[in-house]
């Protein structure tokens, strides 16, 4: 139990979008990397919980900007591709890393669907506290 606690303490698990079925876009409210009770850096975790998919496309997306009220971007991996997944008929839990420090300061998730779609799904960021060890990707 004590284990669990101490990596708590050196983590931040962000909400992006609640879980809920969706049947077009939506953008998340902005998080602000700085200001987060933690100041988050380094190797996140970006999480897509994809339940119920009934219908279509659904693509899940980080935007970035330097002001909470600016123009958001694509967030671009090092390799210049977006940090992004698609999901076509595909259920369940799908990670991938995200380079913080490619990041400006607010970040967004947006869902996108295409083909009339028709899913259920839940998008969260876990991240590093400012003061914790990097963490890795198991599934990279």
Excluded: Q, W
Aim: proline share 4%; with cysteine.
């Amino acid at each position: 139990m004590a284990k669990i606690m101490d990596v708590h303490s050196k983590v931040l698990v962000h909400r992006f979008l609640a879980a809920k079925a969706r049947t077009a876009t939506e953008t998340s409210t902005a998080f602000d990397r700085l200001a987060a009770g933690k100041a988050v850096s380094g190797r996140a975790i970006l999480v897509l919980d994809m339940g119920e998919f009934t219908t279509g496309t659904c693509l899940v997306s980080l935007e970035h900007c330097a002001t909470s009220g600016g123009g958001y971007v694509p967030l671009l991996d090092k390799t210049g591709a977006a940090v992004a997944f698609t999901a076509k008929g595909a259920t369940g839990v799908f990670t991938m890393p995200v380079e913080l420090e490619l990041a400006e300061r607010y970040i967004k998730a947006v869902a996108t669907g295409a083909s009339t779609p028709v899913y259920t799904n839940s998008v969260y960021l876990i991240a590093p506290a400012s003061d914790a060890e990097p963490i890795t990707n198991p599934a990279a």
